[in-house]
Nanobody, 129 residues
Framework: QSQLVESGGGLVQSGGSLRLSCVAS????????VGWFRQSPGKEREAVSCIGQSDDSTYYRDSVKGRFAISRVHDKNTVYMQMNSLKPEATGGYYCAAAPATVRGMCMTVRESHGYDYWGQGTQATVSA
C-alpha cells in the first residue's frame, strides 16, 4: 500500500525544537514535490514548507524562514522538517503531501487533501507559551 506516514510531533515549550518526519512507502518520494501543511484550530490550512520534485529546491512561508528547514533523504525515502525556535502559533496538526508539481506550485496553492497524489494522516505539534 502506497502511503505517507508522519511522525515527530509532540509538546514543547516556546523556543524549543521538533523534527517532523514524512516517510513514504510503496513509491519513491523523490519522484514528487513534497509539502508540509499546518492545520490550526479556527484557521485555514496553510503551507509551511515545500521541497521540489527534481532539484530539491525549497520554499518557506515568511513566518518560518530562518527557523524551519525542509530536507529529503532519498535512501530513507523520507522528507524531514526541522522546526527551531518554535512559537505558540505553530501549534497545529502537521500533514505532508506529495504531488507532481513545482516547489512554488506545491506551496502557493493549498488544495483539498484529495487534490494530492498522497496525503498523510498527520502529527500534532503543540507549543506552550
Amino acid at each position: 500500500q502506497s502511503q505517507l506516514v508522519e511522525s515527530g510531533g509532540g509538546l514543547v515549550q516556546s523556543g524549543g525544537s521538533l523534527r517532523l518526519s514524512c516517510v513514504a512507502s510503496g513509491f519513491p518520494i523523490g519522484w514528487y514535490a513534497v509539502g508540509w501543511f499546518r492545520q490550526s484550530p479556527g484557521k485555514e490550512r496553510e503551507a509551511v514548507s515545500c521541497i521540489g520534485q527534481s532539484d530539491d529546491s525549497t520554499y518557506y512561508r515568511d513566518s518560518v524562514k530562518g527557523r524551519f528547514a525542509i530536507s529529503r533523504v532519498h535512501d530513507k525515502n523520507t522528507v524531514y522538517m526541522q522546526m527551531n525556535s518554535l512559537k505558540p502559533e505553530a501549534t497545529g496538526g502537521y500533514y505532508c503531501a506529495a504531488a507532481p508539481a513545482t516547489v512554488r506550485g506545491m506551496c502557493m496553492t493549498v488544495r483539498e487533501s484529495h487534490g494530492y497524489d498522497y496525503w498523510g494522516q498527520g502529527t500534532q505539534a503543540t507549543v506552550s507559551a
